[in-house]
């Protein structure tokens, strides 16, 4: 059986909009499609082995978590971009994406530094940017509608190698004027959608398996389908409680 | 005091109960604080003894349980309704007081606290816990530990602080404040030595560096020390000792200080309830109630508003207990444990205001343990499909769940599950309790919500 290597990066300090669900996902549609994985926690001060592993989560923290990490991230950043080049799969979401990019200025002017996995960089906004999200997304040239919800004072913007994960239909996204949310370089995602955002979304949660399953062996995988009503179910629901129109 | 502006408010609360526009438990208070925005303050003024209960999880029982104690005492005090622990409830509640009501037992929502001690001027304030609660209402714990930690610096020394030692945050604030006294649970059966995952507080309030643990009971409750600096669990002067939890049945344990030590019963389930009793003992004994009238208040107690009430519905018994965060919901379920047999489970999740609008939350619950143990589970609320998602990914299978889009069709599901006599648990958020109760009362199983005091 083929072993999905994950690495949760802080799993104690970034965790705090229900991170375990998208780790849930990915485990669980791996098992269904007899895949099988192993996650190993990473946290402040543990070494990051970029051959270890096939895909890396990191989630959503408090200010204040975020900045412990933020400066255990820079010791990690060589191992990261390496791992990066190699097409290993990154899902960063929130405090992530931030994380992901060049840096984060908070509302004091203190600079944060990031790890520079994606072309993006953060300040923070005067105000919170609270609520439903809904995208218009595309992958690879392929399309879906996705889901979730934000939660965030950072106002991010996307430098020319990075683009958008999607684009908003509701919402505010990555800063709330270009209607830009996420980003993608090569298979690094960034988001701010939790929500969380896989189980709603099983097309997104497939991408990365997709993914992760090539970087592990070599070859792009046929993934047997599965049955995702009751994911597209709660999908809609979510899109017609958000107001968009399908 | 202006006459018209305390007429006019207390008529309006006449007004929405005849109405039937609501409990009139916020709205009189809100029209007089409206008038003479004041008011709050100079009608406070007029109390002896003020005791502001506050905490993420638990101050409602524990309100109770000191209002238990001090009727058993016959002290003359005014409260506010349960759920009304905003200023709008507690102006209504001094707004109807009765003069002689010289006492005032008030619990206060946590992130409206900091707001309302300068105006109160509690002689008591009691902090039990901060746990991660609806984050787009509240923003992060962190924000409201340093509105707390300023509220404090701020505080007249004449004020008794009482606090949790277990929750490592708040014993730091309480570090900073010379008038304080802490309360904790002695080492237990019941506590573990790994942190439960998504827990707050893990990183030391001086130093930042990270907590270790030798018991954990709820969250990030326990006993810790920094592992870099020399900040670590105070001793409490009053503790919590030999608890012995008889699942859905109640609590037992020994409370203790340094004058005298008692054997607590409650009907109340979970090593939470414990902690609200010690939160509560530790109040009562400041304020001069003696042992003996503790104890009996304590014992009397009955559930507060949907925490673990048991509600008749057509034979069925509903035993409703609400679930509003992970800290809370976790602690439900480890209740449930405790029982035996499989049981017929109802989980309602809704995201209005009240509840928090963002239900991440669930996945920080551990439904796992339970899931084995479930002979039904029906699914409702206007988010009952993330919590489908929820048992799905867990590995229960979606054609064993019943999702009942309406609180009506709950009801009748449960009742084509479940025999007469039989029971079932039912986890609501807080609107969606409200919801299931005003479906009840429509068909005469229980009583309104404002009925309640
Ligand atoms: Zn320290």
Redo the contacts with the bound molecule.
């Keep these: 059986m083929t072993e999905i290597r994950i690495c949760h990066l802080y799993p104690k300090e970034m965790n705090i909009y229900g991170d375990r669900g998208n780790i849930a996902v990915i485990q669980k549609r791996l098992e269904w499609r007899g895949y099988s994985s192993s996650i190993t926690p990473i946290s402040t001060g543990d070494d990051f082995t970029p051959t270890n592993f096939d895909l890396c989560y990191l989630g959503g923290g408090q200010d204040r978590d975020q900045m412990i990490v933020a400066y255990d991230l820079q010791k990690k950043s060589a191992a990261l971009h390496s791992a990066a080049k190699d097409g290993m799969v990154f899902l960063w979401v929130c405090g992530g994406i931030q994380l992901a990019g060049e840096g984060y200025t908070d509302s004091e002017g203190r600079r944060i530094p990031g790890v520079g996995i994606l072309d993006l960089d953060t300040s923070a906004g005067k105000s919170r940017l609270i609520g439903d999200l809904v995208l218009d997304a595309e992958l690879n040239g392929d399309t879906c509608k996705v889901v979730g919800y934000e939660n965030h004072a950072g106002r991010t913007f996307l430098g020319p190698d990075a683009t958008p994960l999607g684009s908003v239909l509701k919402g505010h996204g990555n800063n709330g004027i270009d209607r830009t949310e996420g980003a993608v370089q090569r298979r690094a995602i960034g988001t701010y959608m939790h929500g969380p955002i896989l189980p709603k979304n099983p097309w997104l949660a497939d991408k990365l398996l997709s993914w992760a399953i090539e970087h592990k062996t070599g070859k792009v995988p046929t993934l047997t389908p599965l049955d995702n009503s009751l994911e597209n179910l709660a999908q809609q629901v979510a899109i017609t409680r958000a107001g968009v129109k399908r | 005091m202006s006459n018209i502006a305390l007429s006019l408010a207390k008529a309006s609360g006449w007004i929405s109960r005849t109405l039937g526009l609501g409990g009139g438990t916020t709205l009189p208070g809100m029209i007089l604080l409206k008038l003479r925005p004041h008011a709050l303050q100079e009608m406070a003024q007029e109390l002896e003894e003020i005791i502001v209960i506050s905490a993420t999880n638990g101050k409602t029982t524990t309100a109770r349980m000191v209002s238990h104690a001090a009727n058993e005492s016959e002290i003359s005090f005014v409260a506010n309704t349960s759920g009304a622990n905003l200023s709008s409830g507690i102006a209504t509640a001094l707004l109807q007081r009765n003069p002689d009501e010289k006492f005032g037992i008030f619990e206060v929502d946590e992130a409206a606290l900091p707001e309302l001690i300068p105006q109160l001027r509690p002689t008591v304030l009691v902090l039990m816990n901060l746990f991660r609660d609806q984050l787009d209402r509240y923003g992060e714990l962190e924000t409201t530990i340093q509105k707390w930690k300023e509220m404090i610096e701020s505080l007249p020394e004449t004020t008794k602080l009482i606090i949790n030692a277990d929750d490592p945050a708040l014993a730091y604030l309480g570090s900073l404040h010379q008038n304080v006294q802490f309360f904790g649970l002695e080492l237990t059966d019941y506590g573990s030595e790994t942190i439960p995952h998504a827990a707050d507080s893990l990183h ?1 309030q ?2 930042d ?1 990270p907590l270790i643990f030798q018991q954990v009971t709820i969250g990030h409750l326990g006993h810790w020390e ?1 592992q ?2 020399e ?1 670590r669990r105070p001793n409490p002067s009053f503790t919590g000792d030999k608890i012995n939890l008889k699942g859905l049945n109640g609590s037992e344990f020994i409370a203790a200080s340094k004058k005298d030590s008692l054997e607590i019963q409650i009907p109340l389930a979970g090593i939470h309830n414990v902690y609200n009793a010690l939160t509560a003992y530790a109040t009562c004994s400041t304020i001069d109630i003696s042992t003996r009238k503790i104890q009996k208040g304590l014992s009397t107690i009955s559930a507060a508003f949907g925490r673990n009430e048991i509600i008749n519905f057509d034979g069925i018994e509903l035993i409703i207990m609400l679930a509003k965060n992970p800290a809370g919901a976790n602690q439900n379920l480890k209740t449930l444990l405790l029982e035996e047999g499989n049981m017929h489970l109802a989980i309602l999740l809704n995201d209005r205001t009240a509840d928090g609008k963002d239900v991440s939350w669930i996945w920080d619950v551990d439904y796992e343990i339970i899931l084995d143990r479930i002979s039904s589970l029906t699914i409702s609320g206007d988010r009952a499909y993330d919590l489908a998602l929820r048992f799905h990914y867990s590995g229960f299978p979606a054609t064993s769940m019943h999702i009942a889009p309406s609180i009506q069709e709950l009801l009748e599901h449960l009742k084509s599950t479940i025999k007469i006599d039989g029971r079932a648990i039912v986890l609501p958020t807080y609107t969606s309790m409200l919801d299931l109760r005003a479906g009840l009362n429509k068909i005469g199983a229980t009583h309104s919500f404002w009925e309640e005091k």
Excluded: Q, V
């Design positions: 030391c001086k130093c560096s920094c870099n600096c900040l």
